[in-house]
């Protein structure tokens, strides 16, 4: 028997108000791959990481981890979950009052025993694993460029060595070389950890550059989810209509 997927969603809608953001969304998340949830602006991308970390619930469908329904989980459950997921917040979420080994260490604070120079320790690793060394370390985040804040806040993402990392638009706000180099940090930690990484962009080159499976999510519904050549290479005239009207450039099929 196969082992169930790391994530789950089983026909998932969610309304607000009178508005549907996710239409009977169903989706299983490829273990130790990267999957790219790519769609524009309003498409419910940030609605997905927020159902998947109990912010939001769906009003029908269901959300399984390893084949369990979450909306069964109890407090303790949830943050037994929270501990196996990593999160990559858009506007990185990092506090300036703190130094940036500070926050990197901050969820060992609340999640483990382990003193406080073993925690540094964690943090410093997890810091060199992204590219900051220890002078950036020492420094608080708002004097690191945004690139830097990115790199700062996927190491607190992998502090706690999750089984998934989602990020939410890792590479908006940022310019073409600096978006290029996240990119190829995303490619490069996921290819040595070998973790289960959730993206979520509207940038198709991104998407290209990074997902070795991708979603398209429109106005709510999961269009196409599958292999990354396969969707960026389908034929569907609305899949096309997607990827073509957004590329500046031709997408790199790799
Ligand atoms: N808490 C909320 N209350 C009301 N509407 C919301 C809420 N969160 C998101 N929406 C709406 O749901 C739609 C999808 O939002 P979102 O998931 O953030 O899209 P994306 O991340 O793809 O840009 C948008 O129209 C947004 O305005
Ligand atoms: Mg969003």
């Keep these: ?5 790391l994530i789950e969603l089983c026909g998932v809608s969610k309304r607000y108000g009178s508005r549907v953001v996710l ?3 169903s989706f299983a998340l490829p273990r130790n791959a990267t999957t790219v949830l790519v769609g524009p602006s309003g498409a419910g991308k940030s609605t997905v ?22 909306s069964k989980l109890n407090r303790d459950g ?10 990559l917040f858009q506007e990185g979420a990092l506090f300036n009052s703190m130094s940036v080994l500070d926050n990197v260490a901050f969820p060992l604070r609340h999640h483990t025993r382990l003193p406080r120079d073993e925690r540094e320790q964690v943090a ?3 810091l060199a694993a992204v590219g900051i060394g220890e002078e950036l370390a020492r420094r608080t985040p708002d004097t690191l460029s945004g690139g830097q804040r990115k790199r ?5 993402a992998l502090a706690l060595d999750p089984e ?3 990020f939410d638009e890792p590479t908006a706000g ?3 070389v600096t978006s290029a180099a996240i990119d190829a940090l995303i490619v490069d930690v996921g290819a040595r950890l070998k973790t289960t990484f959730l993206v979520i962009t509207h940038d198709i080159h991104s998407c290209a550059a990074i997902a070795q499976h991708v979603g398209l999510l429109l106005e709510g519904r999961l269009l196409v989810f599958g292999h990354r050549d396969r969707v960026l290479q389908s034929g569907d005239p609305t899949v096309r209509q997607f990827f073509d009207r957004r590329a500046e450039g031709p997408i790199r099929i790799a």
């Design 78 to 87: 949830w943050m037994a979950l929270r501990k196996r997921v990593g999160m």
């Design 174 to 176: 940022l310019d073409p």
């Design 152 to 156: 700062v806040g996927l190491a607190r």
């Design 124 to 126: 410093l690793s997890k």
């Design 49 to 70: 990481l927020r159902l998947l970390v109990g912010l939001a619930r769906p009003d029908s469908g269901r959300i399984l981890v390893d084949g369990a329904d979450v």
């Design 164 to 166: 998934i990392v989602l």
């Design 1 to 5: 028997m196969t082992a169930p997927a």
């Design 23 to 25: 239409d009977d969304v």
